[in-house]
């Protein structure tokens, strides 16, 4: 029997290789539920996508302006996960775009091409997290680039958790299969613990949001195509995205207003 240390070690390193395109040395073996298994660490990969996107902004803030220094972090959140999620983002706005029944949604979804409505998607949501992050206070602008893509992370399980297949095949299908209530526990205790201690109140209230938003989109996901597919997830996975930053900074201008 494999100890539990390195079923963790083998299981962080899928998650890793999953979320990002940082080489790293391969799981030496494989299971058929370990995709779904290794969500259990997306949280912690988040964190440390962020952690490199704060120390990259930190620096490029020593020598170029604001503003590019946060388009770098944008620009690096695209690279390092290799476009996966934004590639999400375009097919879902295509699969509205062709205004069709469950069938031709899911058809649009899974064709490589990209049309024009799925360009505007990804365009706008580029631009509302470039705005987000130019926009974080200064006070919490580190403590937010850091959780963001942790929070974006869990909801990325808690919307495969319990969920059903909108078809039977893809890596999204994948992971609904091997994904289960051990895994959604622990990515949920990383996720919530991480954001109280690096954001305070302001990092639960992120929680709770990007919970409710991706709740209430695994719910829609369901009636209208019988369940969800990685294309959705991922979708989903980048307005947490922004839906998290845009809370942070909202938050930020309430308090100094002095509402709070």
């Known amino acids: 029997m494999e100890k539990p240390w390195r079923d963790t070690m083998r299981l962080f390193l899928i998650a890793c290789q999953f979320l990002t395109i940082i080489p790293l040395p391969a799981a030496s073996s494989w299971q058929e539920d370990d995709m779904g298994r290794s969500m259990r660490w997306f949280p912690l990969v988040g964190l440390a996508i962020g952690g490199m996107l704060a120390l990259a902004h930190g620096g490029a803030s020593l020598l170029l302006p604001s503003g590019v220094a946060d388009l770098l972090v944008v620009s690096l959140l695209a690279l390092v996960t290799g476009c996966l999620h934004l590639d999400g983002l375009a097919d879902v706005c295509d699969g509205f775009g062709a205004r069709g029944g469950r069938e031709r949604f899911l058809a649009v979804m899974k064709d490589s091409s990209v049309g024009a409505i799925g360009v505007v998607g990804v365009v706008l949501g580029l631009m509302l997290k470039y705005q987000g992050i130019a926009g974080l206070p200064l006070a919490q602008k580190y403590g937010a680039i850091v959780i963001f893509p942790a929070i974006a992370r869990f909801a990325q399980v808690l919307m495969a958790s319990g969920a059903k297949r909108a078809r039977g095949d893809g890596l ?57 597919s990685g294309d959705i997830i991922g979708c989903v996975s980048e307005l947490v995205e922004i839906i998290t930053l845009l809370t942070v900074v909202a938050a930020g201008r309430v308090q100094f207003t002095g509402v709070l």
């Open 172 to 228: 999204g299908a994948v992971f609904v299969a091997g994904v289960g209530p051990m895994e959604l526990s622990i990515a949920g205790v990383t996720t919530v613990a991480a954001a109280a201690i690096i954001l305070g109140g302001i990092g639960i209230l992120c929680c709770i949001l990007a919970a409710a938003f991706t709740l209430l989109a695994k719910g829609y996901f369901h009636r209208r195509l019988g369940g969800v």
